[in-house]
């Protein structure tokens, strides 16, 4: 019977302070240590170690790998003419319109 509905007539249950359980709407009484309430267990996934807590070739290596790495093509930029041109696209708008792409050198 899960708790906390009567097994009669699922209505609430009432508890006093000495464990005695009983239901107002029909004659059903027992006492809390006759009955059987549920229990769950839960647990958390482990959680990444943060960057501080690393070693420094350990911070190092997380900083080269979260770089941002941009695509280049070979083409000249606008203002300086400068070549090759990097670029990475973002969501700068509402998902039904495209991605933005940002020119770097």
Request: include cysteine.
């Amino acid at each position: 019977m899960p708790w906390p509905f009567c097994p009669t007539c699922r209505a609430t249950l009432q508890a006093d302070g000495e464990g005695k359980i009983y239901c107002v709407v029909c004659e059903f009484s027992t006492h809390i240590t006759k009955m059987h309430i549920p229990t769950r267990t839960t647990s958390s996934l482990p959680r990444p170690v943060p960057l501080w807590a690393k070693s420094d070739q350990e911070q190092k290596t997380v900083r080269e790998y979260m770089k941002v790495v941009r695509t280049t093509v070979e083409e000249h930029c606008i203002k300086c003419d400068h070549s090759p041109v990097g670029f990475y696209t973002a969501q700068l708008r509402s998902v039904d319109e495209g991605n933005g792409r940002i020119l770097r050198q």
